[in-house]
């Protein structure tokens, strides 16, 4: 019997959806949104990829979201998508991310970590099943498959259940109300709600709308809700939070910090503690 005929579809009971859980509470219980900041595996190397996990965890991040270097990237931006391709030619694979994952687990092991990558790249033309259990082995609390929706995600829900590990969905702003309340109760850990349309990148400026939408999405959903793409200043953040998100995703704006080579750590620690500032509600 398959994977997916032997376990039922749905995530959030999982092991790693209770350690998310638990990363939310812990903000909740301090009366603010959960920061998650986001890494892009391998860049600029392994070793300075870790130091930027660590610092970024050190400053504040509640749970921290880790980006496996993809070829064809669709939902980012040209900032993850220099990094991404940066990390490749450095000789990032998929193994290799998750060895770094494993990395980060070994040294801050209190803060869940959710993996972010693409359908073709942790589900191919299978389940999932042995991906899912490598994330897992990793340390990896739950995975974002940006380009995977409920409706193809049944068997990877399987054996991510299976190992162990929540499948977080997205919605959009174009996100039917109907819709994104069944996303929502497919979504295990929390759901990952995308402030703009378009791809990920920092912003000048969120649209009006995002205070609106977050409190919509909010209303419908069971798990948690956490804001990405465009988010880069704490002015964003306080905005989101206020909101009622309960979490709020910073990615581009991190890589940029890094400077030209990558390496700026301390900027990244800086900004990732201003952030964390900025998550009062």
Not at 24 to 43: D, K, N, Q
Not at 103 to 131: C, E, H, S
Not at 231 to 252: E, L, N, Q, Y
Request: glycine share 12%.
């Amino acid at each position: 019997m398959s994977v997916a005929a032997s376990v039922p579809a749905g995530t959030d009971g999982t092991a790693g959806a209770r350690r998310i859980a638990e990363g939310f509470a812990g903000a909740r219980a301090e009366g603010r949104a959960a920061l998650i900041p986001y890494v892009v595996a391998g860049y600029p190397d392994p070793d300075t990829s870790l130091a930027i996990a660590t610092a970024a965890i050190d400053a504040g991040a509640d749970l921290l979201e880790v980006g496996l270097p993809y070829s064809d990237p669709l939902a980012d931006g040209a900032t993850l998508q220099r990094a991404s391709q940066a990390a490749l030619a450095g000789g990032a694979t998929f193994d290799r991310s998750l060895a770094l994952v494993a990395r980060i687990a070994r040294a801050r092991p209190r803060v869940p970590l959710v993996p972010m990558g693409y359908a073709n790249q942790l589900i191919g033309g299978g389940d999932g099943a042995d991906r899912a259990r490598a994330l897992a082995a990793a340390g990896a609390a739950g995975v974002i498959v940006a380009d995977l929706t409920p409706d193809e995600g049944g068997p990877f829900e399987a054996a991510a259940a299976e190992a162990g590990i929540a499948v977080v969905y997205l919605v959009a702003p174009t996100t039917a109300p109907e819709r994104r309340a069944w996303v929502a109760s497919r979504s295990g850990g929390f759901l990952y709600c995308v402030s703009l349309v378009g791809v990920t990148g920092a912003r000048s400026a969120l649209p009006s709308t995002v205070g609106r939408l977050v409190r919509d999405v909010r209303a419908a959903s069971p798990v948690p809700v956490a804001v990405g793409f465009g988010v880069s200043k704490p002015a964003h953040v306080r905005v989101i939070a206020k909101a009622g998100a309960d979490g709020i995703i910073v990615a581009s704006a991190l890589v940029d910090a890094l400077g030209a080579d990558g390496t700026d750590v301390p900027a990244v620690a800086s900004l990732v503690g201003r952030l964390r500032a900025a998550t009062a509600r």
